[in-house]
């Protein structure tokens, strides 16, 4: 073997065993992470909504009140998904990454972001002021668990539901 086919040789095989490398970094790998603790108060929020506009048929007196607590919640759930969505980031294209989450089995997580909640009965405001009364007590207990702009906003959240029940359904 000559001296250039040796160099040509060696040029080959340092350029496959970078490009090699190249690809191995870019591929991505298949990482599935844990839900997001803020899911379950999304729809939390979404079902309190759904049933605050269906108390309305119940209670027609109460229209405005109803009202208020369905758009506050609606809210709700609108400012937890910005928040979803801004941890699993954007692509400068405008469109989000797949980003895969072990299944949660906890009940009503196939509800969709901004999707509307399946329609049920109405219920009474005493069931209606029980079900805010457990969002409050289920965004308060996160909120100690999670720092930072998570922790405030769903101690808003928190503070809402209870002024909500306590106020809007007194």
């Given amino acids: 073997m000559d001296r250039r086919s040796a160099l040509r040789l060696a040029g080959g095989g340092t350029v496959g065993i970078l490009t090699l490398g190249a690809l191995a970094g870019c591929a991505e790998k298949d990482v599935i992470h844990e839900p997001d603790p803020l899911a379950a108060q999304e729809i939390l929020a979404r079902a309190d909504a759904a049933a605050a506009s269906a108390a309305i048929a119940m209670a027609p007196e109460r229209h405005a009140a109803l009202s208020v607590i369905a758009a506050e919640r609606t809210a709700h759930a609108d400012a937890l998904r910005t928040e979803i969505a801004r941890v699993i980031g954007v692509y400068a294209d405008g469109t989000t990454p797949v980003h895969r989450t072990r ?68």
């Fill in 103 to 170: 299944a949660n089995g906890s009940g009503p997580s196939a509800v969709a972001a901004g999707s509307a909640v399946p329609p049920t009965a109405p219920p009474s405001i005493d069931a209606l002021r029980a079900q805010l009364t457990a969002s409050q007590k289920s965004a308060a207990d996160l909120a100690r668990a999670l720092s930072g702009y998570r922790a405030g906003l769903l101690a808003s959240i928190s503070a809402a539901c209870a002024a909500q029940a306590g106020v809007l359904l007194a």
